[in-house]
């Protein structure tokens, strides 16, 4: 899939969660994050998968912010 990713975030102090932002053709995007999650869950690393296709720019600056 032709996508950027554009940030990673890990938490700490809640069990090494984290959230990755990805940009690109919604499709391409879908496509990345459903195979990455399969990949994630197969493993037991997988707590939720969401894909936002337009966040709001609020959303998105605190999503760049952390």
């Not at 069990?15 to 496509?31: E, H, P, Q, W």
């Not at 869950?41 to 998105?60: C, F, M, Q, S």
Request: glycine content about 10%; some cysteine; charged content about 20%.
């Amino acid at each position: 899939a032709n996508v950027t990713l554009v940030r990673v975030h890990m938490a700490f102090g809640i069990g090494g969660k984290c959230y990755m932002v990805v940009a690109g053709d919604i499709a391409d995007v879908d496509n990345a994050v459903t195979v990455a999650s399969d990949s994630a869950g197969e493993k037991g690393l997988l707590v939720y998968r969401a894909v936002i296709p337009r966040p709001h720019d609020a959303l998105w600056q605190q999503l760049m912010e952390g």
